[in-house]
């Protein structure tokens, strides 16, 4: 194993549930053409100086301090993993995704460029939907821009929560949401990804909210505000409006705290 690669593990029950060419071959010809339609130099320029913003803004402005042992699903190239193997805290970090592709080839140069502690993290293949893991297991699990693209958001939260210790959070963030106000662009928007072949998904906070009331999994919604100067004020009186972005921290409760209610 290189300096730069972390372990990977293939995973022989997440095939045996899609024989021959089923759902993840289709998924990963999906994750392969929206990947090459992006500008892969902007994405990689995003990993190295946005996305890493993320987890001070979450330790500030949520009081998130990761540590323990740590599941990201719907990973792709795992930039989140890479920022969470450099927090002292954090023992171990699981990377799952459904495309091999990303998780062989994009995440190693993820891990390369953010100079991630690959010690810590181990990749393999896997569904959201039904993760291969044991009950009460992760101290985290963490996503990013991966809700939407579920079949099936709750049952994705359900088998969050299930993975999840007692008092364990679920972490996800960049999901996108609709804004209060209606724009023009959005139709738009959406008649370019139809014509691109990405099918993306867009729900309201009202819907994420209901989500998660369905999987019981008691949630906290934070605006995100990654600006700095006068654009962070600019950017704190529009969010929800024009735009929308938040963080959504749901928490698995103890058996105590759930026969407290």
């Known amino acids: 194993m290189s300096p730069i690669e972390s ?41 190295k100086n946005d996305f890493p913003k993320y987890l001070p803004f979450l330790r500030e402005q949520c009081g998130i301090e990761f540590f323990g042992r740590i599941l990201e699903i719907g990973a792709g190239g795992a930039w989140l993993s890479a920022e969470l193997s450099k927090q002292p805290r954090v023992v171990e970090i699981v990377a799952t995704d459904f495309s091999l592709r990303l998780l062989q080839e994009q995440a190693p140069k993820v891990f390369a460029l953010l100079k991630a502690n690959v010690s810590k993290i181990t990749r393999t293949p896997g569904d959201f939907h039904h993760l291969d893991f044991a009950p009460d297991y992760f101290d985290f699990v963490v996503s990013s821009a991966v809700l939407h693209h579920a079949d099936n958001i709750v049952q994705v939260l359900r088998e969050a929560k299930r993975v999840l210790k007692p008092g364990g959070r679920f972490v996800a963030i960049r999901e996108p949401v609709w804004p209060l106000v209606k724009i023009k662009s959005r139709a738009r928007m959406l008649e370019k990804l139809v014509a691109t072949g990405v099918n993306e998904r867009f729900y309201t906070l009202a819907d994420y909210k209901e989500f998660f009331r369905q999987a019981a999994l008691p949630m906290e919604v934070r605006r995100v505000n990654l600006a700095g100067g006068f654009k962070y004020y600019v950017n704190k009186v529009v969010n929800g409006l024009t735009h929308a972005r938040y963080a959504f921290v749901g928490a698995k409760r103890s058996p105590a705290a759930a026969r407290k209610r």
């Open 7 to 47: 372990k990977y593990i293939e995973n022989k029950s997440y095939w045996s549930r899609y024989p021959g060419d089923q759902t993840p071959a289709m998924r990963e010809a999906h994750a392969r053409r929206a990947t090459e339609s992006a500008d892969e130099a902007e994405w990689f320029r995003c990993v």
